[in-house]
């Protein structure tokens, strides 16, 4: 039995007494790209939705820059919910990412994009107390949040669908902003941090 010969890229095949090169049969069969998007993004849409990615890389980095580095009293507990924020922002960076290439925007979260962009207060590469961490996490993720709310509306008036795709990421940022910032509250004797707009 003779060996079967693997076709390598370039190399010629014969069918049926002709022969070709097996990349421009491939080339040969494509077909012309032609689609028709029924809805292209403005560039008003593009720089809000870019802000949004911005915003929630920044915060899914900042946020494992605390677990790594928080310290003190009630460290487990604060080092485990920062796990929960550094999942929603992932989560949330990549859907935006993805919402925009279908609505023909192209995202760009590279390192120095998300440090020229972020509207977020940096965070210390120190270690940090449990008590700053929640002070410094709580605005993040209440800016995040108002970075959503501000975009809000002008996305809606163009895109319902990218406006839905707010409303889930409002709904738990806020969620989780409440639940990291109530660890620094005094029950009857402090008020809730006002929203960022």
Do not use: C
Request: charged content about 25%; overall charge negative; hydrophobic content about 45%.
């Amino acid at each position: 039995m003779t060996p079967k010969k693997v076709l390598r890229w370039r190399d010629p095949a014969v069918v049926l007494g002709r022969t070709f090169v097996v990349s421009d049969v491939l080339h040969a069969s494509a077909p012309t790209h032609v689609a028709r998007p029924a809805f292209t993004a403005s560039e008003q849409l593009a720089a809000h939705l870019q802000q949004m990615l911005v915003d929630l890389t920044d915060l899914h980095l900042q946020g494992k820059q605390a677990h790594w580095n928080v310290v003190g009293l009630n460290f487990r507990d604060l080092h485990l919910a920062l796990d929960e924020v550094v999942d929603a922002a992932r989560e949330f960076s990549d859907t935006v990412a993805e919402r925009m290439r279908a609505i023909y925007v192209t995202p760009d979260a590279r390192a120095a994009t998300v440090a020229e962009q972020t509207s977020l207060q940096p965070f210390p590469a120190t270690e940090v107390n449990t008590a700053e961490t929640v002070d410094l996490i709580g605005a993040a993720l209440y800016a995040v949040a108002g970075t959503a709310r501000r975009i809000h509306d002008e996305v809606d008036a163009e895109d319902p669908t990218t406006a839905d795709i707010l409303h889930t990421v409002l709904e738990r940022l806020e969620q989780l902003a409440w639940m990291i910032d109530a660890e620094n509250r005094v029950a009857n004797k402090s008020q809730p941090r006002q929203l960022h707009r």
